[in-house]
T-cell receptor
Framework: AQSVTQPDIHITVSEGASLELRCNYS??????LFWYVQSPGQGLQLLLK??????LVQGIKGFEAEFKRSQSSFNLRKPSVHWSDAAEYFCAVGARDTGRRALTFGSGTRLQVQP | IAGITQAPTSQILAAGRRMTLRCTQDMRHNAMYWYRQDLGLGLRLIHYSNTAGTTGKGEVPDGYSVSRANTDDFPLTLASAVPSQTSVYFC????????????FGPGTRLTVL
């Protein structure tokens, strides 16, 4: 079974600073990988996804993520954080070879942005 | 296009009562899912449906049931609610493309007293 680890529960950065949120996964083959963002009281919005091909994936709101097979990682990055990026971020892995087709989520990283 | 709607937005429920959370999508997606979100645990899959007429158990199915009579609707029923079912519940759907990207509803906040 697949699993996802987000080692940072909470991160605080200053507005304009760069950001990297860590995500490590466990899966026997090449997975589908996703990053979602959840603003307070809201549902989850897809930021980006990796399926195959280029390991650097561009998403919405200026985010990108890099799939590193050797490290089983899919870290999310943004070069300059805006106050509106304050939210909770979830990494998720999807299995290619199961009938269930559901996602396994990490426990989330809460991002706080200081002015 | 509304996407996915969930009802109610929030609910306070007495333990032992029966409750159905509603989920409707207008994207004609084949697959639908129910997750619960608890602090520090992320989202955990309760039940899923790959297509109308079929359902399956997820990671935490006990105490919950689902049905999928048609493509658009996927209700989640708590037959006899318990306080440990206090959570935020999210419905999602996917169109079965190569990555099965899931799209989420706004959630239902349920409190069982």
């Amino acid at each position: 079974a697949q699993s996802v680890t987000q080692p940072d529960i909470h991160i605080t950065v200053s507005e304009g600073a760069s950001l990297e949120l860590r995500c490590n996964y466990s899966y026997g083959a090449t997975p589908y990988l996703f990053w979602y963002v959840q603003s307070p009281g809201q549902g989850l919005q897809l930021l980006l996804k990796y399926f195959s091909g280029d390991t650097l994936v561009q998403g919405i709101k200026g985010f990108e993520a890099e799939f590193k097979r050797s490290q089983s990682s899919f870290n999310l990055r943004k070069p300059s954080v805006h106050w509106s990026d304050a939210a909770e971020y979830f990494c998720a892995v999807g299995a290619r070879d199961t009938g269930r087709r559901a996602l396994t989520f990490g426990s989330g990283t809460r991002l706080q942005v200081q002015p | 296009i509304a996407g996915i709607t969930q009802a109610p937005t929030s609910q306070i429920l007495a333990a032992g009562r029966r409750m159905t959370l509603r989920c409707t999508q207008d994207m004609r997606h084949n697959a639908m899912y129910w997750y619960r979100q608890d602090l520090g645990l992320g989202l955990r899959l309760i039940h899923y449906s790959n297509t109308a007429g079929t359902t399956g158990k997820g990671e935490v199915p006990d105490g919950y049931s689902v049905s999928r009579a048609n493509t658009d609707d996927f209700p989640l029923t708590l037959a006899s609610a318990v306080p440990s079912q206090t959570s935020v519940y999210f419905c999602a759907s996917s169109d079965g493309d190569r990555t099965d990207t899931q799209y989420f509803g706004p959630g239902t906040r349920l409190t069982v007293l």
